[in-house]
C-alpha cells in the first residue's frame, strides 16, 4: 500500500544536539511538506518541497533545515538554533502543489521529538 | 499569515447526539477542508470543498463552504465512540492554513 513513513516515531534529545526526522513516501507524489504541531495550535508550516533539489521556507523554518536529494524522501533537520523544540512533527505530501491534487495533503503518522 | 479561527475548541457529547464546528476567516479562501487526527496519528481528510455555498457530504459528516469564501462548518449526525479525535478545518489559496482544532470526546 501506498503511504508515507515517518521515523522514528518517538526521539529524546539533549539540548543542544542536532536530530534528523525521516519521511519517505512511495506515492510518487511531487511536492513535500513539513509541519509542526503544538497543543492547541493549528499546523504550522517549516518547509516545503515541489521538486527534487529545490525547496522553500515556511512560516517557522528558523532552526530547522531539510533536503531533498530524491523524490521520495525529505528529511527534517532539527538544529540546536530551534529554541523549542519539543513538538509533534508531520510530513505530508501531494501529488502536485496546484491543482485539485495539491488540496489531498497525505500525512505520515507524525515523530514526537522531546527535548531533554 | 492569514488565521482560521475554530470553535469550539473542544466537546465533550453523549454518543447519539449531533455534532456542529466551524471555522472562519478574515481571508477568502479558494478550497476549504476538513480533517480528523486521532491520537497519535496524523491528519486524514474527510470533505474537500470547492466552491462557495457547496454542501457535501460524506456520510455522517457534512460540510459547506460559506458564501462569503470566509468560513466553513462540519456537522456530524449520530455520533458515535470512534468519531473521537481532533477535527481540523483548513483553507487553501496558494498555500495551506490550518485551524487550531475542535477536540471531540464521546461519552458511550
Known amino acids: 500500500d501506498g503511504g508515507i513513513t515517518q521515523s522514528p516515531k518517538y526521539l529524546f534529545r539533549k539540548e543542544g544536539q542536532n536530530v534528523t526526522l525521516s519521511c519517505e513516501q512511495n506515492?510518487?507524489?511531487?511536492?513535500m511538506y513539513w509541519y509542526r504541531q503544538d497543543p492547541g495550535q493549528g499546523l504550522r508550516l517549516i518547509y516545503y518541497s515541489q521538486i527534487v533539489n529545490d525547496f522553500q521556507k515556511g512560516d517557522i523554518a528558523e532552526g530547522y533545515s531539510v533536503s531533498r536529494e530524491k523524490k521520495e524522501s525529505f528529511p527534517l533537520t532539527v538544529t540546536s538554533a530551534q529554541k523549542n523544540p519539543t513538538a509533534f512533527y508531520l510530513c505530508a505530501s501531494t501529488r502536485d502543489i496546484r491543482g485539485s491534487g495539491a488540496n489531498v495533503l497525505t500525512f505520515g503518522a507524525g515523530s514526537r521529538l522531546t527535548v531533554l | 499569515g492569514q488565521q482560521l479561527n475554530q470553535s469550539p475548541q473542544s466537546m465533550f457529547i453523549q454518543e447519539g447526539e449531533d455534532v456542529s464546528m466551524n471555522c472562519t476567516s478574515s481571508?477568502?479562501?479558494?478550497?476549504w477542508l476538513w480533517y480528523k487526527q486521532d491520537p497519535g496519528e496524523g491528519p486524514v481528510l474527510l470533505i474537500a470543498l470547492y466552491k462557495a455555498g457547496e454542501l457535501t457530504s460524506n456520510g455522517r459528516l457534512t460540510a459547506q463552504f460559506g458564501i462569503t469564501r470566509k468560513d466553513s462548518f462540519l456537522n456530524i449526525s449520530a455520533s458515535i465512540p470512534s468519531d473521537v479525535g481532533i477535527y481540523f478545518c483548513a483553507g487553501r489559496n496558494n498555500d495551506m492554513r490550518f485551524g487550531a482544532g475542535t477536540r471531540l470526546t464521546v461519552k458511550p
Open positions: 481571508s477568502i479562501f479558494n478550497t
Open positions: 506515492l510518487n507524489h511531487d511536492a
